[in-house]
């Protein structure tokens, strides 16, 4: 079974609008990562999250991390039509399983 | 200068043909990784190199090899192609450990 999955699977919202992501995971980890890919690219790295870390910001993003559900969330802030992408989570539990990922589209 | 290059961008061919992926990184990553997205968007890793060696092989076909000359490349020979093979394959590498990965942009094998 997957280790990393993602919510929603897709996610429809208007420019300015803020964009909530969702990943959960089964087995302990060290550190979580959240990645975006546009359509036909390779993975983006966008941020690290340590198990020791609850919070983390990088720019319009912003990350939890709650290890007693785990799960983790990503919030993109003041979302542009550029975020229009898909985000995977990444944990090192089980040699780097990525999720399934949420297709987000921002619309103009 | 690209970070992460794969060639080909694109490979169509037939069942039973042998073929190869080439990738090269320029970032100085001592690990590299091949990993297979289907077309449900799952993307899965197949192998990793540290530094020439193989320290992730999960459970992938013995039709797929990595081959490592170098740490700046890892190539992929797959022989006896076969329809469920069809999938972007991607090449991506780090620093050691559970490190932010850099990807290429995939390559897109379709199987007749």
């Known amino acids: 079974s997957q280790q990393g999955e993602e919510d929603p699977q897709a996610l429809s919202i208007q420019e300015g609008e803020n964009a909530t992501m969702n990943c959960s995971y089964k087995?302990?980890?060290?550190?979580l990562q959240w990645y975006r890919q546009n359509s036909g690219r390779g993975l983006v790295h966008l941020i690290l999250?340590?198990?020791?870390?609850r919070e983390k910001h990088s720019g319009r993003l912003r990350v939890t991390l709650d290890t007693s559900k785990k799960s983790s969330s990503l919030l993109i802030t003041a979302s542009r039509a550029a975020d229009t992408a898909s985000y995977f989570c990444?944990?090192?539990?089980?040699?780097?399983?990525f999720g399934p990922g949420t297709r987000l589209s921002v619309l103009p | 200068d690209t970070a992460v290059s794969q060639t080909p961008k694109y490979l169509v061919t037939q069942m039973g043909n042998d073929k190869s992926i080439k990738c090269e990184q320029n970032?100085?990553?001592?690990?590299m990784y091949w990993y297979k997205q289907d077309s449900k968007k799952f993307l899965k890793i197949m192998f990793s190199?540290?530094?020439?060696?193989?320290?992730i092989n999960e459970t992938v076909p013995n039709r797929f090899s990595p081959k490592s000359p170098d740490k700046a490349h890892l190539n992929l020979h797959i022989n006896s192609l076969e329809l469920g093979d069809s999938a972007v394959y991607f090449c991506?590498?780090?620093?050691?450990?559970?490190?932010?990965?850099?990807f290429g942009d995939g390559t897109r094998l379709s199987i007749l």
């Open positions: 990444a944990t090192d539990g089980q040699n780097f399983v």
């Open positions: 991506a590498s780090s620093l050691p450990g559970f490190q932010p990965q850099h």
């Open positions: 087995t302990s980890i060290n550190n």
């Open positions: 970032l100085g990553h001592d690990t």
């Open positions: 999250i340590r198990s020791n870390e």
């Open positions: 190199y540290n530094n020439k060696e193989l320290i």
